[in-house]
């Protein structure tokens, strides 16, 4: 089968091409390298079933060349990381909102399956735990950046479900939670590779308020077997599902357990919220997905424990 991965020099994107090649697909990817790096696919570029394309996914023509040759669409390119959506607000915004409706328009043209990658932002800041799939969304002021992060995301959803109601285009929707594992950078704000490089480096780990803010964290393994698994499940059609983890720990008790584990002499310092990001910034006490959905379509039950996962990413920063 012809895939097309965009954003697949990102984290998630590198890992989904691998497990594709390995099954014996051929796989394009397009990314603009603005959060996903050369070093992700370096390895890829020597298999002849592997084709990168440099470039955006708000340039047309290429992207419609792509899908016209493409069989299915994972759609991954996207403005990702707190930092990154803060520093660039208007960029995330047209990335997230125009690219998507790019892909959707040429992906209906041909009429290619896609998969769109959603996230668990979409919640806002509700404090309804866990997240259920057909929740309703609490968000914040249209003055706090993170929160049009959220409503580009709502908007994709939207979309995908329209092309999808009205002409019959076969989408399936994953909001991803806290996606972590080896690759990831903490360029971005992700807090494990952050918290890890720190550890390692014997710089102080870095926490955003008041560290008793607590997440879930799933390994990218895991993330990616689900979103083969649901390509592959005709039920999905036209369906939202949460994809992550439910082992919740706050983030003063991850600093903590990363500087034990890479028996670290790193110092915990804590600062506030509006000196890492901007004036006014919200953030979630917690943030759990409710897997049921999810499981009773494909079956997906995480096979990475959270001291799992951390083992992979400091073994991967030791190389």
């Not at 992700?190 to 014997?202: D, H, N, R, T, Y």
């Not at 005709?234 to 992550?244: D, E, K, L, S, Y």
Request: charge should be negative; proline fraction near 3%.
């Amino acid at each position: 089968m012809r895939i097309l991965i965009t954003g697949g020099a990102g984290f998630i994107g590198s890992h989904l091409c691998e497990a594709l090649l390995a099954k014996g697909h051929k796989v394009s990817i397009i990314d603009n390298l603005s959060t996903g790096k050369l070093s992700n696919i370096d390895h890829l570029q020597v298999n002849e079933s592997f084709h990168y394309v440099l470039g955006s996914i708000l340039d047309r023509d290429i992207l419609e060349s792509l899908i016209s040759e493409a069989d299915e669409i994972y759609h991954l390119a996207a403005a990702v990381g707190v930092s990154y959506i803060i520093n660039n607000p208007l960029l995330s915004l047209q990335t997230n909102i125009e690219g998507t409706e790019n892909v959707l328009e040429f992906a209906n043209k041909y009429k290619r399956k896609v998969l769109i990658a959603s996230t668990s932002e979409i919640y806002g800041k509700s404090d309804k735990i866990p997240f259920k799939e057909e929740d309703d969304r609490v968000l914040g002021s249209t003055s706090i950046s993170r929160w049009g992060y959220s409503c580009s995301k709502a908007i994709d959803e939207f979309l995908s479900l329209a092309y999808h109601r009205e002409k019959k285009l076969p989408v399936v929707i994953v909001r991803l939670f806290n996606t972590v594992g080896p690759r990831q950078t903490g360029q971005y704000g992700m807090v494990i590779p952050k918290f890890v490089k720190a550890a390692m480096l014997g710089h102080p780990i870095t926490i955003h308020g008041n560290g008793k803010q607590s997440r879930c964290f799933a390994d990218v393994a895991d993330i990616v077997w689900s979103l083969q698994a649901l390509m592959s499940e005709p039920r999905a059609i036209g369906q939202v599902f949460n994809v992550g983890n439910k082992e919740e720990i706050s983030i003063e008790d991850l600093a903590m357990k990363i500087k034990d584990m890479t028996k670290s002499s790193s110092k915990i310092e804590y600062i506030p919220y509006e000196n890492a990001y901007e004036e006014g910034f919200e953030d979630m006490l917690r943030r759990m997905p409710d897997l049921s959905k999810v499981n009773e379509f494909i079956g997906y039950e995480p096979q990475y424990s959270l001291d799992m996962i951390l083992e992979r990413v400091i073994k991967f920063y030791e190389k």
